[in-house]
């Protein structure tokens, strides 16, 4: 089947610690991956993609490598600021649609 | 410019009430999805508009819930007879076009509570 796993949360981190959320996903084909964004009271937003194996997305000092061989797609970030506390959700688009993750939730304490 | 809007914001409802939730699409954006958020779970797809095109219905639940989209913009998904297990937050997205890679933008929501 389709679908997208990611890990669960909440996750606390103290500030400047490093993150990472793991994202992995079942699909036929080689779907896009994403990882979204939904801060505080905000509507979700793109942190960053990639569209083919290898490829790298980065945003805000957020990364993710898309692993064909592992099928994962995990975020990563060295030093997280108070400013990180949102819900992550990881995506697969495939065909017409978006898979998402259950999301993982994210509070950041200085 | 303006992004993508919902409205209402929130929606209170008794249970065997019809509802109504509209989405406007940023100008230009040939594709638009409505997804459904559940406490605690992920983004459910729910419907798909890309174009002129039939849109794909694979995701919504029941035949209580249907979508329209006039004019290739403004787009409104109806649920029938609500049941206290559609509560939940309606989300609508739109981009360019529906090929790979899209960046989908979202709208902030529609928060539905069926009493």
């Known amino acids: 089947g389709n679908s997208v796993t990611q890990m669960e949360g909440p996750v606390t981190l103290s500030e400047e610690a490093f993150l990472t959320i793991n994202c992995t996903y079942t699909?036929?084909?080689?779907?896009?991956l994403f990882w979204y964004v939904q801060y505080p009271g905000e509507g979700l937003q793109l942190l960053l993609k990639?569209?083919?194996?290898?490829d790298k997305g980065s945003n805000k000092g957020f990364e993710a490598t898309y692993r064909k061989e592992t099928t994962s797609f995990h975020l990563e970030k060295g030093s997280v600021q108070v400013s990180d506390s949102a819900v992550y959700f990881c995506a697969r688009w495939t065909g017409n649609q978006f898979y998402f993750g259950t999301g993982t939730s994210l509070t950041v304490i200085p | 410019g303006a992004g993508v809007s919902q409205s209402p914001s929130n929606k209170v409802t008794e249970k065997g009430k019809d509802v109504e939730l509209r989405c406007d699409p940023i100008?230009?954006?040939?594709?638009l999805y409505w997804y459904r958020q559940s406490l605690g779970q992920g983004l459910e797809f729910l419907i798909y508009f890309q174009g002129n095109s039939a849109p794909d219905k694979s995701g919504l639940p029941s035949d209580r819930f249907s979508a329209e989209r006039t004019g290739g913009s403004v787009s409104t998904l109806t649920i029938q007879r609500t049941q206290q297990e559609d509560s939940a937050v309606y989300l609508c997205?739109?981009?360019?076009?529906?090929?790979?890679?899209?960046?989908?933008?979202f709208g902030p929501g529609t928060r539905l509570l069926v009493l």
């Open positions: 699909a036929t084909g080689y779907p896009s």
């Open positions: 990639a569209t083919k194996a290898d």
């Open positions: 100008s230009g954006h040939t594709a």
């Open positions: 997205a739109s981009s360019l076009d529906s090929g790979s890679g899209k960046t989908q933008y």
